[in-house]
């Protein structure tokens, strides 16, 4: 089945710093997806993202999927993003295939 | 406002007494499922259903029913919970969308089992 990587798996930031977090699939996809989990463990949606770019306030993502990945770009980091940040696509029986997540720290 | 409810958000109970989570979506969708959380293990699905009346098991099924009776809620039920089913649960709802499916996640359920 489909592989999903994402680095790094750690990132420590200062309130301010930019980032960019990459996601890996080992196969074609028509799907993916990235999610935020808040430190109360909530999954919240940030981007549909199958292919092209989006933006939306200080995020955006990039999804280049004849080169198999995706790029989540945070800026003007603040504190308020930290958490675990997932990747996921679904395989043909709609189950979410995850990354195993980036651990973002924002520092003020 | 389109989105996934649980019920309830935190539960500690004892081995062997049965419990309900409870899922609902308000987007009319035909895909729901359940995945379960847990540290070094990441998110496991446990059931999932394509439609009314049709379930079927995910990775992780053992110790655990669903039933989809209306198309806007998909209960799990842990008939006999034991401590190893201690973990964080997610309901998702999802739509065909051209072959993909777009899923929505709901709060979470922390279920502890002592």
């Known amino acids: 089945g489909i592989q999903v990587e994402q680095s790094p798996p750690d990132l420590i930031l200062q309130e301010g710093a930019n980032s960019t977090l990459r996601c890996n699939f080992s196969?074609?996809?028509?799907?993916l997806q990235w999610f935020h989990q808040n430190p109360w463990g909530q999954l919240i949606n940030l981007f549909y993202i199958p292919s092209g770019t989006k933006q939306n306030g200080r995020l955006s993502a990039t999804t280049v999927a004849t080169e198999r990945y995706s790029l989540l770009y945070i800026s003007s980091s603040q504190t308020t993003d930290s958490g675990v940040y997932f990747c996921?696509?679904?395989?043909?029986?709609?189950?979410?295939?995850f990354g195993q997540g980036t651990e973002l720290s924002v520092k003020p | 406002e389109a989105q996934v409810t649980q019920n309830p958000r935190y539960l500690i109970t004892v081995t062997g007494k049965k419990l309900t989570v409870t899922c609902s979506q308000n987007?009319?969708?035909?895909?729901m499922s359940w995945y379960r959380q847990d540290p070094g293990l990441g998110l496991r699905q446990i059931y999932y259903?394509?439609?009314?009346?049709?379930?079927d098991k995910g990775d992780v099924p053992e110790g655990y029913k669903v039933s989809r009776k209306e198309k806007r809620n998909f209960p799990l039920i842990l008939e006999s919970p034991s401590p190893n089913q201690t973990s964080l649960y997610f309901c998702?709802?999802?739509?065909?969308?051209?072959?993909?499916?777009?899923?929505?996640f709901g709060p979470g359920t922390r279920l502890t089992v002592t």
């Open positions: 987007m009319n969708h035909e895909y």
């Open positions: 998702a709802s999802s739509f065909d969308r051209e072959g993909s499916y777009e899923q929505y």
């Open positions: 259903s394509m439609n009314v009346e049709v379930t």
């Open positions: 196969d074609s996809v028509n799907n």
């Open positions: 996921a696509t679904p395989n043909q029986g709609g189950k979410l295939i």
